[in-house]
T-cell receptor, first 118, second 112 residues
Framework: DTGVSQNPRHKITKRGQNVTFRCDPI?????LYWYRQTLGQGPEFLTY??????LEKSRLLSDRFSAERPKGSFSTLEIQRTEQGDSAMYLC????????WGSGNTIYFGEGSWLTVV | AQSVSQHNHHVILSEAASLELGCNYS??????LFWYVQYPGQHLQLLLK??????LVKGIKGFEAEFIKSKFSFNLRKPSVQWSDTAEYFC??????????FGAGTILRVKS
């Protein structure tokens, strides 16, 4: 399978614990995105990388969240001191960088990692 | 920042009925628009996209969408739905940086 791969697919953790999710994008894609989705809502943007550089972070991404893409390939999203409000599906996506406004490249999504904080 | 409104959260149709799902975005200028679909247990998949040119865009599986700039709309249509179209449908607009702003989604159930 050459799509976007995420693991673990499901994680149940106790409040206060740290969790880490991994994303492996489509191999030639230089853009990598993290989104969060809760029940009844569409995905919400968290952050994105171009190669190893983190170019933008949403205000949804509190200080307890950190994302890295150390070698410009896979990425990790860590949540420290989890809270019940962090329960959601965390989606990773990847694309080629657009050549300009209007050229756009399709963003491909992974299957997501479900987090339940109890 | 853009926002996206999807008019119906749940739609139930019988097979062979026609489908139209509404989508409005908040402000104009140059926009790139998308419809994604999420089948039960699967990941988000692109149905179709609009960047420029013909405002009537055709996508996969017989879906199409019409961009109406004056109405800030990008409604999704299909002339005759099938049971296999049961899924959640998301409209999205691209913001600077190629990130997407999604609507809340419409859950479509097609009765066989």
């Amino acid at each position: 399978d050459t799509g976007v791969s995420q693991n673990p697919r499901h994680k149940i953790t106790k409040r206060g614990q740290n969790v880490t999710f991994r994303c492996d994008p489509i191999s030639e894609h230089n853009r990598l995105y993290w989104y969060r989705q809760t029940l009844g809502q569409g995905p919400e943007f968290l952050t994105y990388f171009q190669n190893e550089a983190q170019l933008e972070k949403s205000r949804l991404l509190s200080d307890r969240f950190s994302a890295e893409r150390p070698k410009g390939s896979f990425s990790t999203l860590e949540i420290q001191r989890t809270e019940q409000g962090d329960s959601a599906m965390y989606l990773c996506a990847s694309s080629l960088a657009p050549l300009g406004w209007g050229s756009g490249n399709t963003i491909y999504f992974g299957e997501g990692s479900w987090l339940t904080v109890v | 920042a853009q926002s996206v409104s999807q008019h119906n959260h749940h739609v139930i149709l019988s097979e062979a009925a026609s489908l139209e799902l509404g989508c409005n975005y908040s402000y104009g200028g140059t926009v790139n628009l998308f419809w994604y679909v999420q089948y039960p247990g699967q990941h988000l998949q692109l149905l179709l996209k609009y960047f420029s040119g013909d405002p009537l865009v055709k996508g996969i599986k017989g879906f199409e969408a019409e961009f109406i700039k004056s109405k800030f709309s990008f409604n999704l249509r299909k002339p005759s739905v099938q049971w296999s179209d049961t899924a959640e449908y998301f409209c999205a607009v691209r913001e600077y940086g190629n990130k997407l702003v999604f609507g809340a989604g419409t859950i479509l159930r097609v009765k066989s």
